[in-house]
């Protein structure tokens, strides 16, 4: 926890602009002075760090000049990457500038002080916001896939989403509260540690080799979002009857399409994703009974052709809305994550960090800041939608099936239709049934 620093005052004696001052022992030579003197064409390394570094009794008159731009990066530094500061020797170069400008100004003095308020208050709440998802991360379970063979849930679990909720709406409002309650944790340093790499043309280390890369707000996004794909394929295999198949397939795809029109993509990708993975496709019989004309929709808005032109146009859409909203409800943009992953990966690995002349590619750099910049602002979006607990404890805490048991419920509805099939079904009853 970082803390206010102690051991100096505002207060402390310097000279101001105008006053004799006694020359450090310590303290730049004859003739080199910055402040009063005439000005410096040439020096040595050494002179000019002394002239320009503020020690415990010099305090250069440059840095006067210098402060506010000093105190303005350490302030938007720590609002948009606190997570830096949880390194130990990270706050300690912090704290060692701070003692540095800080004692001789005290409006510097104050500002400072407010700034380390501030970062020990987001790395709280950060902290807080992180147990928490891990907390869900751990309530989440499985069902024993041995449960197929009946059909059913034990006593303490037989609930199923629609006697939860069966209004699309507002299971959709409640998806988009989880999503925004992830994207709020995850900070633009996730995604630079996710993708940091050596330069080749830098002999010096990378940032980030000597300590753990810190992406586990992200790694607990993705893994939400294929707990969602199999809680959705659960719901849907579950049910013995062909008919309560169908109402659950419909009911999903009317939540698919109220996340499309809240602007909840990633959500709607996820569902889409858990209604078309195979043990789900292949219940024909079901299929049959389902009203597919939205499903095939909503299909197109999210295909992939075109490096996935639909929804590329729907999310600019989306955005335009956002910058022009009245309301949160409008300003509501959660962007199919994996694809906004893949497209900073590819940026990042597809342009060179430098040009063929050695020089910083400044043109890459400015693209990776104007993504993840967009990001951080659909992320901040307070959520519109009012809290429904029990909801919202389902969708963190309902068992889902594995992809075997997932098979093996597909198989006990809709009997094997070919010889793999049949032998695959074969297979899962003696792996997970004990039964030949």
Known sequence: MLTTPSGFSPHLACAEPGEEEEAPQEGPGPGACLADGPPITSASLDTLIHNLVPTADYYPEVMRKFGPKILQLLTEWTETFPSDFRDEKMAGHLKDIIHRIAPCDEAYWKTLNQVLQKLSQRLALMSQGEESILKVSLNASS????????????????????????????????LTH???EHLRHIGPEEFVQAFAQKDPLDGTQPCFSDQKKKTS????????????????????????????????????????????????????????????????S?????????????FFILEHQMDPTGNFYNYRTALRGAAHRSRTANSNRERIVIPFFSLLIKDIYFLNEGCANRLPNGHVNFEKFVELARQVREFMTWKRV???????????????????????????????????????????????????LGKT
């Open 143 to 174: 069902i024993s896939d041995k449960l197929v063979a009946f059909k059913t849930k034990p006593p303490h679990i037989q609930k199923d989403m629609l006697s939860i909720c069966n209004d699309p709406y507002t299971l959709a409002q409640q």
């Open 178 to 180: 989880v999503e925004l």
């Open 217 to 280: 707000n992200l790694e607990a996004y993705v893994r939400w979002f294929n707990r969602l794909c199999y809680l959705v394929a659960t719901e849907i295999c579950m049910p013995a009857k062909k008919k309560q198949r169908a109402q659950v397939i419909e009911f999903f795809i009317d939540v698919a399409r109220e996340c499309f029109n809240i602007g909840n993509f990633n959500s709607l990708m996820a569902i889409i994703s858990g209604m078309n993975m195979s043990p789900v």
């Open 282 to 294: 292949r219940l024909k019989k079901t299929w049959g009974k389902v009203k597919t004309a939205k």
């Open 382 to 432: 307070e959520c519109p939608f009012e809290e429904d607990r029990a909801i919202l404890h389902y969708l963190h805490t309902a068992p889902i099936f594995s992809e075997d048991g997932l098979y093996l419920a597909s198989y006990e509805s809709e009997s094997p239709e070919n010889q793999v099939e049949k032998d695959r079904w074969k297979a899962l009853r003696s792996n997970v």
